[in-house]
């Protein structure tokens, strides 16, 4: 079974952090770019972060850049978005998404085949 799970959504205060994990289960992450996306209500899904197979290569959306960080533990088959001074418009349900063949589109949703149930951020005060 191909599986991923989102953790670590929640509500935060503006300039707050979050840290999300989402683990793997099914398949071996090692060989797959990962890739966070967000859905804000009324809005299509955007992409925010993401790191190629070997990790050598990241992408950001331009609005979180210096604020987010993605990674990956391929030990523990799992990756992360730690967000940093976050905003009210970071709020969004967030998404991981992985598929092993992206090409230099990553930020379109029809570029991955495996993806989470989405956690819920909420920034507000």
């Known amino acids: 079974q191909l599986q991923l799970v989102e953790s670590g959504g929640g509500l935060v205060q503006p300039g707050g952090s979050l840290r999300l994990s989402c683990a793997a289960s099914?398949?071996?992450?090692?060989?797959?770019?990962i890739t966070w996306f967000r859905q804000a209500p009324g809005k299509e899904r955007e992409g925010v972060a993401s790191?190629?197979?070997?990790?050598?290569?990241?992408n950001y959306l331009d609005s979180v850049l210096g604020r987010f960080t993605i990674s990956r533990d391929n030990a523990k088959n799992t990756w992360y978005l730690q967000m940093n001074s976050l905003k009210p418009e970071d709020t969004a349900v967030y998404y991981c998404?992985?598929?092993?063949?992206?090409?230099?589109?990553?930020?379109?949703?029809?570029?991955?085949?495996?993806w989470g149930q989405g956690t819920q951020v909420t920034v507000s005060s």
């Open positions: 998404a992985a598929d092993r063949f992206v090409g230099s589109s990553w930020y379109l949703t029809s570029e991955y085949d495996y």
């Open positions: 099914g398949f071996t992450l090692d060989y797959y770019t």
């Open positions: 790191i190629t197979q070997s990790g050598a290569s990241t």
